[in-house]
């Protein structure tokens, strides 16, 4: 049986994080990747950490190069929330527990 393009095939299983710490890589990254394939990550309990002096900034805080990406909000919501809770479907329920605990 014909499995179809590899490319399409690859964008259905195929995810991309946004731990890149610059701007002309995040805008790169919105360009080349469909927003579907596109999950929100920052190492700001990780590794990476310190304050790039040249900016003020976490050098892991990659939510404000997400911020200033040409994109629709509707887009951005997927990367920051709804991509995820799409590719990992028990994620949904796992927040509305934990968050029920907390009421």
Same mark, same amino acid.
């Given at each position: 049986a014909k499995l179809?393009?590899?490319?399409?095939?690859?964008?259905?299983?195929?995810?991309f994080?946004t731990?890149v710490y610059?701007?002309?890589?995040? @805008?790169l990254? $919105? =360009?080349?990747v469909p927003?579907?394939n596109i999950?929100f990550?920052?190492?700001?309990? #990780?590794a990476v950490?310190?304050i790039?002096?040249?900016?003020?900034?976490?050098?892991?805080?990659t939510?404000r190069?997400?911020?200033?990406?040409?994109?629709?909000a @509707?887009?951005? $919501? =997927?990367i920051?929330?709804g991509n995820?809770?799409?590719?990992?479907g028990?994620?949904? #329920?796992?927040i509305e527990k934990?968050?029920?605990?907390?009421?």
């Open positions: 179809g393009l590899l490319s399409d095939l690859m964008l259905k299983n195929v995810f994080d731990c610059h701007l002309p890589g995040q @805008e990254l $919105a =360009k080349v927003v579907d999950l990550a920052s190492e700001m309990i #990780g950490r310190g790039d002096p040249e900016t003020g900034h976490h050098y892991d805080d939510k190069y997400i911020d200033q990406l040409p994109l629709s @509707e887009d951005k $919501a =997927k920051f929330e995820a809770r799409r590719v990992y028990r994620l949904s #329920g796992t934990q968050s029920a605990r907390t009421v």
